[in-house]
C-alpha cells in the first residue's frame, strides 16, 4: 500500500523540478517536510497562546508563554524574534505543499 504513494510523490517532484538533474535543489525531502510541518504547527500554536493571553490576561500567562517560546526557538537553534519572523515564510510554503499533495491524496483534511 505504501509503494501507491511514492511513485505519485516522485512523479510530482520530478514535474515541478522541469525534469532536470538538479531536482534535488528544488524538491525537498520528505524529512524537511515533516520538519517544515512541525515548525508551522508550532508557530500556529504560539500565537494562538499569545492571542489567548492577551484576551484572558491570565495572571502569569504571559511569563509562561515568553518561555514556552524561548524554549521551543531554542530547539531549534533560533530566537525567538527569528522563528517569529519566518513563521509567515514557512505557513506560505506549507501551504503550498500542502496543495500540491492534496492534488495526490485527496483525502487530506482542508
Do not use: H
Not at 41 to 63: P, S
Not at 80 to 101: G, H, I, P
Request: proline share 4%; glycine share 8%.
Amino acid at each position: 500500500m505504501k509503494q501507491i504513494y511514492i511513485i505519485p510523490i516522485i512523479s510530482v517532484s520530478i514535474l515541478m523540478s522541469g525534469g532536470n538533474a538538479k531536482a534535488e535543489e528544488k524538491i525537498p525531502t520528505i524529512g524537511n517536510l515533516m520538519m517544515l510541518s512541525k515548525v508551522v504547527g508550532m508557530c500556529g500554536v504560539l500565537i494562538q497562546m499569545a492571542r489567548f493571553q492577551d484576551t484572558t490576561k491570565m495572571v502569569g500567562g504571559e511569563k509562561f508563554v515568553v518561555r514556552f517560546a524561548q524554549t521551543e526557538s531554542a530547539r531549534l537553534g533560533v530566537s525567538v524574534a527569528t522563528l517569529m519572523s519566518r513563521c509567515n515564510e514557512y505557513t506560505k510554503s506549507y501551504d503550498m505543499w500542502k496543495e500540491v499533495f492534496r492534488e495526490i491524496e485527496p483525502i487530506l483534511p482542508e
